[in-house]
């Protein structure tokens, strides 16, 4: 499974971004798509995620009623549409792909990296006045 991620750019506090993520491969060798994020200086922490079996979504308390993340089946795209947007929303996003087996609905609870088989390569968001 190959992701690669778009979408990112230099938008004002308040503003929208919606972040792409083209997923290559069998869509049965992945059971679900997450974005984490990495502000500078920090670790990489887990946003949301989306399970690809039924598409039930998760978000960190964070972004949850700011951020929306989706996909398109015929697309082979998940987005993650991000709306009033923060300064401490400044980092690279990145989209991965669940391995076989693990599910959201257990991952968000820890954002164990090692719970993703696959990483696109991220897209800097900043958000600054």
């Known amino acids: 499974v190959q992701l690669q991620a778009s979408g990112g750019g230099l938008v004002q506090p308040g503003d929208s971004l919606r972040l792409s993520c083209v997923v290559s491969g069998l869509t049965s060798d992945y059971d679900g798509i997450g974005w984490f994020r990495q502000a500078p200086g920090k670790e990489r922490e887990g946003v949301s995620c989306?399970?690809?079996?039924?598409?039930?979504?998760f978000y960190e308390d964070s972004v949850k009623g700011r951020f929306t993340i989706s996909r398109d089946n015929a697309k082979n795209t998940v987005y993650l549409q991000m709306n009033s947007l923060k300064p401490e929303d400044t980092a690279v996003y990145y989209c991965?792909?669940?391995?076989?087996?693990?599910?959201?609905?257990?991952?968000?609870?820890?954002?164990?990296?090692?719970?993703?088989?696959?990483w696109g390569q991220g897209t800097l968001v900043t958000v600054s006045s």
């Open positions: 989306i399970d690809s079996s039924d598409g039930t979504t």
């Open positions: 991965a792909a669940l391995h076989v087996g693990r599910h959201c609905v257990v991952v968000v609870s820890f954002w164990d990296p090692t719970d993703f088989k696959s």
